[in-house]
């Protein structure tokens, strides 16, 4: 039978946006099936009383080269982080949730990864949220309507909650079974879970 | 020429004991030079606000399984924290550079982490101490005469400044040249900037 991956990520997070340029290509080779989770990373810190590796000065200014590595090591562009930061993600996050319904949870991920790291721009921002659905190939209106809904809302919770609840303090956040991962950084331990 | 790897460790850090397990290779697969700094992680985060991952208990939880997949991964013995934990390293690190003098350092090093880490033993206790110094081959009583005199406690301090000056927050901590690289999960990107 073949695993599941499941990939818990915020919009609002540089190190997911590193992993989710890799987790398809896993699944892909692995012959591992895909669950996408989009959870909220500031939920996830305020249960576990943990705090941004950012909030440190010191840490900050190795973190920003570290992402660079990790672009250069995938061949992919260089992050560039937005001047709103921390980026505030809800809306976002829960139009990741519309477009699951959809079956455009990872065209819209990218739209919007791009949007706050290639482009450096506010995805707190309607215009920019419009923009990355229309890139995605959704009706933008629509879609921000539907992220309103109390059932959106409340999916987004239950991910978040169930992350929590499985041990998570961090992310991105992986789990192959019942094995947890956490950290860009620890893919090739996913992986290697995956071939087990 | 051939690069210098420099690497910052601390006999308390469980994370530097795990890359202790690989530097040499790395040296010899990329003919680099090692310089073995050893240093107090205490005065690192005191100096920078950091503190421990190990405080908060969620993350403590995770990590006590991650360096179980690390040291699986790397093909050593499963990794034991001491009971006495954190642990007190301040003699230990001193007494690395006693061992360095004597060309000892390595040895003792292999000595301490395995009482450490392997065996759960105290490395503040002068009885482990004794037998560590003993099994690398050393004089005990005259190396803990030795870590006690100002030498010895100045450049122990001057190796933690160093790493401070230099934007160090944790351990540990690698230099190629003025490049900076903090984990033991990011010796890949060490071995690449060794062989660039």
């Not at 990520?9 to 989770?37: H, M, N």
């Not at 992310?171 to 893919?187: H, I, Q, S």
Request: charged residues 25%; contains cysteine.
């Amino acid at each position: 039978m073949a695993r599941t991956l499941e990939f818990f990520f915020d919009i609002a997070s540089p190190y997911s946006y590193l992993a989710s340029t890799q987790v398809e290509r896993i699944c892909e080779r692995t012959g591992a099936r895909l669950e996408w989770k989009p959870v909220l990373l500031g939920g996830i810190f305020k249960a576990t009383g943990n705090i941004s590796p950012l909030t440190n000065p010191v840490k900050a200014m190795y973190l920003m080269k570290d992402v660079l590595d990790w672009c250069k090591h995938y061949g992919i562009p260089p992050l560039v982080l937005p001047e709103a930061f921390p980026i505030r993600s809800l809306t976002a996050d829960r139009l990741l949730l519309v477009a699951q319904e959809q079956g455009r949870l990872p065209a819209l991920m990218r739209s919007l990864y791009a949007a706050a790291f290639h482009k450096g721009l506010d995805v707190n921002e309607p215009r920019v949220l419009g923009e990355a659905l229309k890139a995605a190939e959704m009706d933008a209106a629509a879609s921000m309507a539907k992220a309103e809904t109390q059932a959106i809302k409340d999916a987004l919770r239950a991910n978040t909650d169930d992350a929590i609840a499985r041990g998570a303090f961090g992310l991105p956040l992986f789990f192959v079974g019942e094995e947890m991962f956490v950290g860009n950084d620890r893919l090739h331990f996913v992986e290697a879970a995956l071939r087990a």
